[in-house]
C-alpha cells in the first residue's frame, strides 16, 4: 500500500523550491543543539564509568546494566512519544522532554545508590525519546523538501559532535573536576537552551508545506505500508553499525590493535568529527542535487543507500588491513556513515508527512534502536567464541549491505502517502 499524492498545480506553496524562512533556520540550529546535548547526555555515563564503579563499587554486571538501561525507556516510549508529538503541539511535547532528559542528568550528579542510577538513566531515556518524533513533527511543518537534507544533516552533525565532544571534554573535564559536578552542571546549564525555544519556535498551526490535510490516520494504515518497513530497516542497519563505533570500537582499537588510549581517543574523536563532515555535506549536497532537478526519491535513496552500505565495507576493510590504513578506512566509514545519516529522517519526513510524521518517527525509531541492544550483545559473544573480531565485523558489514538494499528496493517512492480517513 504505498498511494502518494502530488502537490496540486494551484498549490500556493511549491514544496521542492520553497526557501527555507529565518525562523525555521533558528529552529533548525535549536534542533541541532539538542540532538548534540542529547548524545553528550546518553554517553556521557560511559566517559564517568571507571569512575563510578570504584567510587560506588559497583560489579562489572550492575556497570553493564547501567550503560543499557538508558535504551530500556527510551526504545519502549519511542511509539508513546510519536503519538504525542502527532497528537499536541510538538513546542511544549520537546520542552516536556528536554526538561525531563537535563534534569535527570543533573539529578544522576547527586545520587549515591546503584538503584536511584538505574531510575535517573531510565528517566533519561524517556526523555530523550521524545527528541526524533518532535524534530520530524518540527521539520516536516516547517521545512520545504528541498531544505530538509541539510536540516536533518545539521541534527546528524550534532549527533556525531556530542560523542567527540563528550570524548575530548567531557573526560578532562571530570578528570579534573569529578564526573558528579561534570554532570550536575551539564544537566543544569542545559537547561537554558528552552529560552531560545520558546522564543523561536512557532506555536500552534503553522503553515505546513503539505499538500495533504492534517488529520489523523490510524496506526494500523503506518503498519501496511511498504515503505514503513524499508525506513525500519535501513536505520536498524546504520544504527548496528553506529551502535558498534560508540560500544565496542574503543575496546577493539586499544586490545585488538594495540593502539594507545591517548591515540585510541584522538582516533574516536575525529571520527565522530568526520561523521559531522559527512552528514552535512551531504546533506548540503542532497538538497542542492534536488534544487536542480533530481527528485527526492533519486537523490535521498541513493545517499543513505550508497553512505549505508560504503561504512559497513569500509569498516570490514579495516579489519583486514595494517595499522596505518585501518585508521584511514575507519574514519572514512565514520564519513559514509554521516553520509547516510543527513538523509535517513528526510526520507521518513517526506514520506509519512506532517499527518504521521510523528508516530512513524516514533516507530521507526523504536526499531531502529534495538539496534542498541543487539549490536553491542552480539559483538560480546562473538569475541568471547572467536577470540577476535574479524566475524563481528562481518556481520556487521552483511547488515550494513541489507541496510542499503533495503532503501534501494524496500522503500517506494519518497513522496507523501495519501492517508485514508
Known sequence: MENVRRPHLSSPIDNESTPVSRTANRVIALLALAALINYIDRGNLSIASSLLKDELNLSAAQLGILLSSFFWTYSLFLPVSGWLADRFDA???????????????????????????????????????????????????????????????????????????????????????????????????????????????????????????????????????????????????????????????????????????????????????????????????????????????????????????????????????????AVILLLLAFLTGGMCGSNIWAITQTIAGPRMAGRWTGFQNFLGNLAGIIAPTITGFVVDFTGRFFMAFVIMAIIAMLAALSYFFVIGPVKEIAWDG
Open 91 to 325: 513546542k511544549w511535547v520537546m520542552a516536556l522532554g528536554f526538561s525531563l532528559w537535563s534534569g535527570a542528568t543533573a539529578m544522576t550528579g547527586s545520587l549515591h545508590a546503584f538503584a536511584a542510577l538505574l531510575a535517573a538513566r531510565l528517566i533519561l531515556g524517556m526523555g530523550e525519546s521524545v527528541a526524533y518524533p518532535c524534530y520530524a513533527r518540527t521539520l516536516v511543518r516547517h521545512v520545504p523538501e528541498v531544505g530538509r537534507g541539510f536540516a536533518n544533516a545539521l541534527i546528524a552533525a550534532g549527533v556525531g559532535c556530542g560523542p567527540a565532544l563528550g570524548t575530548f571534554f567531557g573526560g578532562t573535564l571530570m578528570a579534573r573536576y569529578g564526573w558528579r559536578p561534570f554532570f550536575i552542571v551539564l544537566g543544569l546549564a542545559s537547561m537554558a537552551w528552552l529560552i531560545p525555544w520558546f522564543a523561536w519556535m512557532p506555536g500552534g498551526k503553522a503553515t505546513t508545506v503539505s499538500p495533504v490535510t492534517e488529520r489523523g490516520a490510524g496506526f494500523l494504515q503506518l503498519l501496511k505500508q511498504r515503505s514503513m518497513w524499508g525506513t525500519c530497516g535501513g536505520l536498524f542497519g546504520a544504527n548496528y553499525v553506529l551502535y558498534f563505533e560508540i560500544t565496542w570500537l574503543p575496546y577493539y582499537l586499544e586490545r585488538e590493535r594495540h593502539f594507545p588510549v591517548a591515540t585510541m581517543v584522538k582516533i574516536v574523536g575525529v571520527g565522530y568529527l568526520c561523521y559531522s563532515a559527512g552528514a552535512t555535506i551531504f546533506g548540503w549536497v542532497s538538497d542542492r542535487w534536488i534544487a536542480a532537478g533530481g527528485t527526492p526519491t533519486l537523490v535521498r535513496k541513493t545517499i543513505a543507500g550508497v553512505g549505508a552500505g560504503s561504512a559497513g565495507l569500509l569498516l570490514l576493510g579495516c579489519a583486514l588491513a595494517g595499522p596505518a590504513t
